[in-house]
Nanobody, 125 residues
Framework: VQLQAFGGGYVQAGGSLRLSCTTS????????VGWFRQAPGREREFVAG????????FYADLLKGRFTISRDNAKNTVDLQMDNLKPEDTAVYYC???????????????????WGQGTLVTVSS
């Protein structure tokens, strides 16, 4: 499974961005797809995830309410809508997928087998 994340960019604080993750040569059916981010000098952290088949979504507690994850069947993408962005949201955002992730591990980056290359989000103050 090859993943590609796109949609990053530069935005002022309070603005919005929409990231998308797509897969080539495959679909997300049966997969759990997650978004993670990594800021300079920090560990890669979980942002949001979705179970493709059931559409169940889950979030990092501190981001819920500003970030929304969804799937687009027609485009075969998993999107991350980010609103009211803050400078501390600046990071490289990665999408990841796994097909055997149990619920207790779905926020754990080690549970995801496939990773995209990342897209940079920069939020200015």
């Amino acid at each position: 499974v090859q993943l590609q994340a796109f949609g990053g960019g530069y935005v002022q604080a309070g603005g919005s961005l929409r990231l998308s993750c797509t897969t080539s040569g495959s679909t997300f059916r049966g997969y759990t797809v997650g978004w993670f981010r990594q800021a300079p000098g920090r560990e890669r952290e979980f942002v949001a995830g979705i179970m493709w088949n059931s559409r169940i979504t889950f979030y990092a507690d501190l981001l819920k309410g500003r970030f929304t994850i969804s799937r687009d069947n027609a485009k075969n993408t998993v999107d991350l809508q980010m609103d009211n962005l803050k400078p501390e949201d600046t990071a490289v955002y990665y999408c990841a997928a796994g097909d055997t992730i149990i619920n207790s591990s779905r926020r754990n980056r080690d549970a995801y087998k496939y990773w995209g290359q990342g897209t940079l989000v920069t939020v200015s103050s």
